[in-house]
């Protein structure tokens, strides 16, 4: 098993979903991880089942709030070796002639400036560290067209861009900085769009998630637990040498859909 013993990690939205399974797995292996997320249950939940793990509530889409929420973490770990960005928002379904301006704004406001915000305030503690780590979580959406949802798209792609000038940026000082792209993950969230789907074609679950899987070379929807462990790795020694790479875990899709 690959070992973050002594790391100090901070897991933006990483009480749910994804956002906990990495948290689960940089706990298992060693690291001493800070949380923030805006759902406070959550948190509570989550603090219950893991108590080692320090949490805060924070909407990263607040500049001032992000700010504390870092140095919050900085001060409770005795500092940072390693970022993790994973909060996000999907945003709205609508093609761009009909995109609402607000909810354009919405999403960029959280997946990019938000992340850029924890990101910034966060590099002074990681130059501190002696191998420090960015993660981003982009998506497949960053890596091909994905109609209805270009706010999501265009943020998704737009932290490949980021995560690449940080890794030129951020090399002098030992910091690695890749983003991650998982596909669509196994969970209630695709059950309930593939549910929605076979309501609105007459079709069954099975027939809709075998249509969603067709441009897969591997049938299955992601395991959450694998781009957790990958996470890991990459913040390891095992990955020293990988910096300013876009990997996708999205078992060779060819498409987004």
């Known amino acids: 098993m690959t070992t973050s ?14 956002g906990r ?10 690291a001493s991880v800070f949380v923030c997320d805006i759902d406070e249950a959550a948190l509570q939940e989550m603090q219950t089942q893991l108590p080692g793990v320090r949490a805060s509530v924070c909407d990263i889409a607040d500049r001032a709030a992000a700010s504390r929420m870092v140095e919050d973490a900085a001060s409770a770990l005795g500092g940072l070796d390693v970022l993790v960005n994973n909060a996000g928002i999907a945003g709205p379904t609508a093609s761009v002639a009909e995109m609402d301006p607000d909810a354009w704004e919405a999403v ?12 910034q305030r966060a590099i002074p503690f990681l130059k501190q560290s002696s191998a420090g780590v960015i993660l981003i979580m982009s998506s497949l959406a960053g890596r091909f067209g994905y109609p209805n949802r270009s706010p999501y798209a265009t943020t998704k792609w737009g932290l490949i861009g980021f995560a690449k000038t940080l890794s030129r940026e951020l090399g002098e000082f030992g910091i690695r900085v890749n983003a991650i792209l998982p596909g669509a993950v196994e969970g209630p969230r695709i059950q309930q769009v593939l549910a929605g789907r076979a309501s609105a074609s007459g079709r069954t679950v099975a027939q809709e998630e075998a249509a969603a899987l067709a441009n897969q070379s591997i049938k299955h929807f992601v395991d ?11 913040a390891s020694d095992a990955g020293r040498s990988i910096s300013g790479q876009m990997i996708p875990i999205d078992g060779d899709s060819q498409s987004a859909s």
């Open 5 to 18: 013993k002594g790391m100090r990690v901070l897991v933006t939205a990483g009480a749910g979903g994804i």
């Open 224 to 234: 959450p637990a694998d781009i957790a462990a990958l996470a890991v790795f990459l």
């Open 21 to 30: 399974t990495i948290t689960e797995a940089f706990v298992s292996a060693g």
């Open 108 to 119: 960029l406001r959280l997946n990019l400036t938000g992340t850029f915000m924890v990101t």
